[in-house]
Each structure stands twice: as structure tokens, then as C-alpha cells.
């Protein structure tokens, strides 16, 4: 679930449908989601690990195209809550041996965007992937400070 949910809020990953990332029988490389915090789309990668884990998760549940990607087992809920995805996160963090105070659902979202933005330097790019209204959201949500700005410049010569 993680893989799928680094660029994704916890309430638009919880909410896939089987149909938002397949293709008839094939898991789609992007796929791309209505926000539900500012209702602009937004664009995300499923990697070939996440692929094949989607697809083997497709064949052994056998869910259909307008079922939820995870669903609940929990009858008066229609798929994994995210209250319930931030335990599973808290799980996971705990098993690999990390401090699971210093992880969650979000920090990982916030995480593939500063990998992203320290690679790449291409604000606008995180603004697209994150799915920002105004570049201002992105700079205060990397948390770029005047510092990081004039590294950059002493890096660049013209």
C-alpha cells in the first residue's frame, strides 16, 4: 500500500478503486486521481514492484474494476479507513525496527517529494506530483528555506 501512497494523501490512496490503476486485466505505470482535499487531478506512479504486488493482489482476491483497491473487513465501512491504514504504517515501521513515532502516512508522501526536489532541483515538477495549486504550497511543504535557494545559485554558474 505504501508503494502506491508516497505521493498520495491517505484519503485518496484508501479510496482507489481496482479500476483508477488497472486497464482490463493489466496494472497500469500511472494512474491518476480527483484529489479529495482540492479536487484538482493528480498524476502518480506505480512502479514494477508495485505493479506486480497490485497484480498479485488482484488475482488473489479477485476484486472487480468498481470494488476499492482495499477494502474493508469491517461491513459498515466500504474500504480500509485511513485511520486504519496509519496502524498498518505504525506496524510495518515497528517490524522493520524503526521508530514508528518518526514515521506516518503523510511523512512518506512528504518524503518522495524532497527526494524528488533534492535530485532534481524542479519545484514545478513536485508542484504537479503533489498536485499543489500554487508553488508557494510546495516551497513551505519541502520546507525550502532562503539557504537551500542559495546553495542552488553558488552550484550554478553561468
Known amino acids: 500500500m505504501t508503494a502506491l501512497g508516497r505521493q498520495l494523501r491517505a484519503c485518496d490512496l484508501v479510496s482507489l478503486r481496482v479500476r483508477d490503476v488497472t486497464h482490463g486485466n493489466q496494472v497500469l505505470s500511472r494512474a491518476m486521481v480527483i484529489q479529495r482535499k ?4 493528480v498524476q502518480f506512479e506505480l512502479t514494477e514492484p508495485t505493479r506486480t504486488t497490485v497484480s498479485a493482489w488482484l488475482e488473489k482476491s479477485r476484486l ?18 485511513t485511520r486504519q491504514y496509519a496502524r498498518i504504517v505504525h506496524h510495518w515501521t515497528d517490524a522493520a525496527g524503526l521508530d514508528s513515532s518518526a514515521y506516518g502516512t503523510h511523512s512518506m508522501r512528504r518524503t518522495k517529494a524532497t527526494l524528488i526536489y533534492k535530485r532534481t532541483k524542479n519545484l514545478r515538477a513536485v508542484q504537479l506530483l503533489l498536485g499543489h495549486s500554487k508553488l508557494e504550497s510546495t516551497v513551505w511543504y519541502l520546507g525550502i528555506e532562503v539557504e537551500d535557494a542559495l546553495e542552488t545559485s553558488a552550484q550554478t554558474e553561468i
Open 64 to 81: 472487480r474494476g468498481d470494488q476499492f483497491l482495499f477494502p474493508s473487513r469491517v461491513t459498515r465501512s466500504p474500504h480500509v479507513s
Open 38 to 41: 482540492t479536487q484538482r487531478p
